[in-house]
């Protein structure tokens, strides 16, 4: 019954060891707008319907989103100044 136990953490914790590292790496820079204030800027935008998803990556912030004539947009948002790459 022990065994099974501390099997069972250890597989745990090597299963969230990569999550954790993941987490720590590629982060928004220290100066970056809050991601709430550059998603108001898109739903300010003309023809905005809803927001589909964010992604972060080293360009910046990739919204998805789409308008009332059901088309689809996907503009890349510098961190830092929120304005469109």
Known sequence: MRIAV???CIAAFLAAGPAVAAD??????Q???KLS???AKVERRSDFRYVKGVDWDSDGYT???????K???QITYDPVTGEPK
Do not use: F, G
């Open 71 to 73: 088309a689809k947009v």
């Open 6 to 8: 501390l099997a069972t």
């Open 31 to 33: 100066n970056a707008m």
């Open 37 to 39: 204030e550059i998603i």
């Open 63 to 69: 919204v998805t989103y789409y308008t009332t004539d």
């Open 24 to 29: 720590s790496q590629n982060l928004p820079p």
